[in-house]
């Protein structure tokens, strides 16, 4: 049993053994419907539950899928129809429980520390969604869309991102320490990575390359990432926020100066961060990096399981 929380916890060699069975899973998966079986049958009989305190549209799509290709059963719940909400129940019985009925818990919240508890009273693995400060899946689905259309290992790319610094970004900026990329992020002045995550980059013998000018941080990219600047959850002053990134939109001129074959991804939802001729264009493959999460995040269900060939 393996959890999945943040991807700076587990080795490189793990991450790469997810991304390599995720390719062999989608290639043997070429002629087969959505929610036919893999031949192996690798989950059969087990549940999955599913835990989600914050919205979600491809990735609790996407693992409902996945979960069913490997031969398991899903139930989806929110934390407010469980005791666990206002029922007064603590999370440590809540825990037990989960690891009573289930085979594996998977959750989307707004709280790092209930990720963090629940994994010391679960007997079963946990698998983190996303969470204020990561959102691990997301990303290692990236990586393999990028190695994917590339056809070359991340570690040979530049990698550039252009926005907010938020848990999205501090997952690609562990992914940049175990896969060994050149990761620069185009960012105001005042909105940079948090001082604990540079700390930790540091310590690793790392280096990020920090710009409040995109067009330096976009100069000669492979692979151009963007999210939603203002998210459905941002508490701070929205209005403040689109003005001070106003000069950060992803833009035809803006890509003009990354590499000739650069691509342009983004997780979705979108806002203003992206112009629709890039969004729409042939340089996005938004698209195929959302199709790509099934065939990932079933590599890491079954890396968090146990097993993975």
Request: aromatic residues 2%.
């Given at each position: 049993m393996k959890n999945f929380i943040n991807l700076k916890d587990i080795p490189a060699s793990d991450l790469r053994?997810?991304?390599?069975?995720?390719?062999?899973?989608?290639?043997?998966?070429?002629?087969l419907n959505t929610l036919e079986v893999d031949k192996d049958k690798p989950l059969n009989g087990r549940l999955i539950i599913q835990m989600y305190e914050k919205e979600s549209s491809r990735t609790r799509l996407s693992f409902f899928?996945?979960?069913?290709?490997?031969?398991?059963?899903?139930?989806?719940?929110?934390?407010?129809?469980?005791?666990?909400?206002?029922?007064?129940e603590s999370l440590a019985d809540t825990a037990r429980i989960l690891s009573t009925y289930g085979d594996g818990f998977l959750l989307r919240t707004d709280s790092d520390k209930k990720i963090e508890d629940f994994s010391k009273s679960l007997k079963i693995p946990i698998i983190n969604l996303l969470s204020p400060s990561s959102h691990p899946c997301q990303v290692l689905s990236d990586i393999f869309t990028v190695e994917e259309i590339k056809k070359k290992p991340v570690t040979k790319l530049n990698i550039c991102w252009i926005g907010d610094c938020n848990n999205v970004l501090n997952s690609l900026i562990a992914a940049s320490v175990k896969f060994k990329f050149k990761l620069s992020i185009g960012c105001p002045k005042s909105y940079k990575p948090p001082k604990f995550v540079m700390e930790w980059v540091k310590k690793n013998n790392r280096k990020i390359y920090i710009f409040s000018d995109p067009k330096k941080a976009v100069k000669n990219a492979d692979v151009v990432f963007s999210d939603k600047v203002v998210s459905l959850n941002d508490k701070g002053d929205k209005i403040k926020k689109n003005r001070d990134f106003k000069n950060f939109k992803v833009s035809k001129s803006l890509m003009s100066l990354a590499h000739p074959k650069s691509i342009f991804l983004h997780c979705l939802p979108r806002g203003n961060e992206v112009s629709e001729d890039v969004f729409s264009g042939k340089q996005s493959r938004v698209w195929q990096q959302a199709q790509n999460r099934v065939h990932v995040q079933k590599s890491i269900l079954l890396y968090s399981f146990g097993k993975l060939r």
């Open positions: 053994k997810i991304l390599n069975d995720a390719k062999k899973r989608k290639f043997k998966r070429r002629n899928v996945s979960i069913n290709q490997l031969g398991a059963a899903s139930i989806t719940v929110k934390s407010n129809e469980l005791h666990l909400g206002k029922g007064g």
